[in-house]
């Protein structure tokens, strides 16, 4: 059983940032690809950013390309979310999730472990 455990959440002020981390257990961490995903109240779960096993590859929606870094270190089986310029449209929980291979994607169905999530709060 793969546990995800995600850490880094808080209320920040609109402009700022924040690092969101997610470490995993087991063994094979590096042949998975990660994702991020997030839930505003009263809205669907939407897909963030992705990363392959090896961390060559990442993709990204245009509502947080070119604020949000998606990065992992595979030595330590942790995959992070770097959070900048938020806005209050980002206020949401975030989860991280593992993908059912190596490939990355934004579909939320090839995801088989999520973490419990993390509380983001963006004041304005």
């Known amino acids: 059983q793969v546990q995800l455990v995600e850490s880094g959440g808080g209320l920040v002020q609109a402009g700022g940032s924040l690092r969101l981390s997610c470490a995993a257990s087991?063994?094979?961490?590096?042949?998975?690809?990660m994702g991020w995903f997030r839930q505003a109240p009263g809205k669907e779960r939407e897909f963030v950013a992705a990363?392959?096993?090896?961390?060559?590859?990442?993709h990204y929606p245009d509502s947080v390309k070119g604020r949000f870094t998606i990065s992992r270190d595979n030595a330590k089986n942790t995959v992070y979310l770097q959070m900048n310029r938020l806005k209050p449209e980002d206020t949401a929980v975030y989860y991280c999730a593992r993908s059912q291979g190596g490939w990355g994607s934004v579909v939320e169905s090839e995801y088989d472990y999520w973490g419990q999530g993390t509380q983001v709060t963006v004041s304005s």
């Open positions: 990363i392959s096993g090896g961390g060559g590859w990442t």
């Open positions: 087991g063994r094979t961490f590096s042949s998975y690809a």
